[in-house]
């Protein structure tokens, strides 16, 4: 008898390819590691008030009201410590709050020094007897003393300077081509508007319509009514179709009525 050897398939041993090292994002990695580390020292470094401190400060600007050496004073004590760390927010805030100054931008100058760029304020108008209106129609605070001469003042309920102050500046410029500047312009509770002249005579435009009634007011005015313009105490334009006129005491023109 034969005896058959059993035949069997030998799996050879299969040989792993080992990965190559990925040494350039293993350098990437390193790379970011120190420049953050770099960064972050840097960063503490500089914040130091010993470092890079702020030696010099100008300012810039054209100044009519303020006073630049009360404007260094107020600034003074947030413009120290680093070039990185001085506290710009303060400076912008102490200078702002100061009277006429309107705005302040805040310039870094390198290494040691900042530069301010100082906005004074601009007053168009008085706001009642305590505050100052800007072109904006905005209201700011000053010292009466410091109030300039001969600006018109304007009145009106809580919270209507921009309203009142931007309807001024219109009127004004349709009445400076006719001579006539507005001393005083009101409008009261009820919304109902009255201004009185640099030349003394007082006009009543009322609440509805006065944008009409004003440009009404304008043209009787140029028609020939300016010429007894002295003798006129007041004119009220609060009608449909018409106008009426108050005269100066003892002042009455030989007038018809028309003009």
Same mark, same amino acid.
């Given at each position: 008898?034969?005896? +058959?050897?059993?035949?069997?398939? %030998? ?6 390819? *080992?990965?190559?090292?990925?040494? *350039? *994002? ?10 953050? !580390? #770099? ?7 500089? $914040? $130091? ?8 400060? %100008?300012?810039?600007?054209?100044? /009519? ?9 107020? =600034? ?16 912008? %805030?102490? !200078? ?10 805040? +310039? +870094? ?6 530069? @301010? ?27 009466? %003393?410091?109030?300039?001469? !001969?600006?018109? =003042? ?16 219109? #009127?004004?410029?349709? @009445?400076? !081509?006719?001579?006539?500047? /507005?001393?005083? @312009? ?13 030349? &003394?005579?007082?006009?009543?435009? &009322? ?5 009409? +009634? ?7 005015? *140029? ?25 100066? $005491?003892? $002042? ?8």
């Amino acid at each position: 008898m034969v005896k +058959r050897t059993k035949r069997g398939a %030998t799996r050879k041993p299969v040989r792993r390819e *080992q990965q190559p090292v990925a040494w *350039q *994002q293993i350098f990437r990695h390193v790379v970011v590691v120190v420049a953050l !580390g #770099m960064v972050i020292t840097s960063s503490v470094y500089l $914040q $130091q008030d010993d470092t890079l401190p702020i030696v010099h400060v %100008t300012v810039e600007g054209e100044f /009519i009201h303020v006073d630049k050496a009360v404007l260094v004073a107020a =600034v003074s004590p947030y413009a120290r410590g680093s070039f990185v760390s001085v506290d710009v927010a303060g400076i912008r %805030t102490a !200078g702002e709050a100061l009277p006429w100054v309107k705005q302040i931008q805040v +310039r +870094r100058v390198w290494p040691d020094s900042l530069h @301010l760029i100082v906005e004074e304020q601009v007053a168009v108008a008085q706001w009642g007897d305590k505050a100052l209106v800007n072109i904006k129609g905005e209201t700011f605070y000053s010292p009466k %003393t410091t109030f300039p001469k !001969g600006l018109a =003042v304007l009145q009106g309920p809580q919270n209507s300077h921009a309203v009142v102050a931007k309807r001024y500046q219109q #009127m004004s410029k349709v @009445l400076n !081509g006719n001579n006539l500047t /507005i001393k005083n @312009l009101s409008m009261d509770e009820r919304r109902a508007w009255s201004m009185t002249l640099s030349n &003394g005579m007082k006009v009543l435009l &009322g609440r509805a319509d006065s944008e009409q +009634r004003f440009k009404r007011f304008v043209m009787v005015f *140029q028609s020939g009514l300016n010429q007894f313009e002295s003798q006129i105490a007041e004119m009220d334009m609060r009608y449909t179709n018409g106008l009426s006129v108050i005269w100066k $005491q003892g $002042q009455k023109p030989d007038f018809n009525g028309t003009v």
